[in-house]
Each structure stands twice: as structure tokens, then as C-alpha cells.
């Protein structure tokens, strides 16, 4: 038998999952993860609980669409996981995921300006809200989110969660992180008064900073 090539990214994939559902980010098996492999992505399979998830239940679909590996159906929600994948070629890894004050937001259909720039520079923009649409209807879904994602690496699903990016798996869990306590933050000081958020170009200016100079030192002191 041959050795599967990605045994320690599925491992590194099934380690992410038992985080986000340690703090509350998946509910049961309601939050997949893909990742990017020259032969398309990775996918959290449909149904499997991560407690008991293998590296063998991990689904490979191609960016067309077609499965080309594994035994599990992939996640119901693989469709949105592939829009994005193909509209951003610089995101190597995504999250979807059902935290708490994210879907709150969500819930609210509106947007989650930059008001920190913690958020400047991981998501690097406003985060967008969809309109609604039925879970079950995964290829309006998808185009949905396709439609509504820009540059930010993230975006709201209307009444249903949020989807995460970044270039590898830890950037995206840290953007998962960032814009729950964004969402938080909006809705714990949004009925005190009136929020500010970063000007545009300054949102810009950090994200560049944190792409390019960041820990370098063109960044020092
Ligand atoms: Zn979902």
C-alpha cells in the first residue's frame, strides 16, 4: 500500500478541529476545514466526529469538484470551501465555523467594520455579510459567498456562521479568533455608543505591513 503523502497535514488538520470545538467553535460535527494540495484541497469528511476522526476520513476533491480520494462523503458544506478556493489564490487554508458571536453578528446581516488592527492585519478589511440562504442549498451558498468575499480573508454567512482564510491552517484559526473577538467587541460596546473604525487606507497600510515587513527589520524599532 502506499504511504498517503499528507498523513501529518491531516493530523495537523484533525488537531485544529478538536481546538475549535474545544472553544466553541464547532458544535458537534457543524464546522469543517479544508486545506490546499497541488491536486486541489483537503476536506473535513460529512458526519464524522472529531473525536474519533482518522487522517483515512479526509475527502480530496479536486478544484472542479470531483472527489479523487477517500471514503467518507465530503463536508455538505465542501461547495463553499471550494468557491472561495478558487476566487483566492493566495489562501492556502480555510475555516468554517459556527462561533458564537460571529453568527450573532450574522444574525444581524451587517457588516464587521476594522475597528482594531489586529484585524487589519490578519483579515485585512471589513467583513461582509451574505444574504440569507438555506444551508441546504449548497451551490447558492457557495456562489454567495464567492460573490460577497473581497480581499478580507473572511466573511458572514446570514443566519448561519462565518468562513475564515489564511495561508496556512494557523493563520486561519488566528483569523477565526480575531473576528469572534471583533464580533464580540461590536456587540459589547456597539450600544454604548457610536464605534470608530480604522480609516481605509490605514487598514491597508497594516495589512501591507504585516504581509511584507512584519517581523523583519524593515519592522524594527
Ligand atoms: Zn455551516
New binding site residues.
Given amino acids: 500500500m502506499t504511504q498517503d503523502p499528507y498523513v501529518s497535514l491531516k493530523q495537523e488538520m484533525i488537531e485544529k478541529c478538536r481546538l475549535l470545538e474545544k472553544i466553541g467553535y464547532f458544535i458537534g460535527t457543524?464546522?469543517n476545514v479544508s486545506v490546499r494540495i497541488p491536486e486541489g484541497f483537503l476536506v473535513t469528511p460529512s458526519r464524522v466526529q472529531y473525536a474519533v476522526i482518522e487522517p483515512r476520513d479526509f475527502v480530496t476533491v479536486s478544484l472542479g469538484g470531483t472527489r479523487l480520494a477517500g471514503h467518507c462523503w465530503p463536508s455538505s458544506?465542501t461547495e463553499i470551501h471550494r468557491a472561495v478556493l478558487n476566487k483566492k489564490s493566495d489562501v492556502g487554508a480555510i475555516i468554517?465555523s459556527?462561533s458564537p458571536y460571529a453568527t450573532a453578528v450574522s444574525c444581524l446581516h451587517q457588516s464587521i467594520p476594522v475597528f482594531v488592527e489586529d484585524m487589519a492585519q490578519i483579515i485585512g478589511g471589513e467583513v461582509r455579510c451574505t444574504r440569507y440562504i438555506p444551508?441546504g442549498q449548497h451551490k447558492e451558498i457557495a456562489a454567495e459567498v464567492g460573490n460577497t468575499i473581497g480581499e478580507e480573508n473572511a466573511v458572514l454567512?446570514a443566519n448561519?456562521?462565518v468562513l475564515c482564510c489564511g495561508r496556512d491552517l494557523e493563520e486561519g484559526l488566528v483569523a477565526s479568533q480575531i473576528l469572534e473577538k471583533a464580533a464580540l467587541m461590536m456587540l459589547a460596546a456597539g450600544g454604548a455608543g457610536k464605534m470608530f473604525p480604522i480609516p481605509e487606507d490605514l487598514v491597508k497600510s497594516e495589512r501591507y505591513r504585516f504581509l511584507y515587513k512584519y517581523g523583519t527589520a524593515h519592522d524594527a524599532p
Fill in positions: 457543524w464546522g458544506e468554517h459556527h444551508a454567512l448561519h456562521g
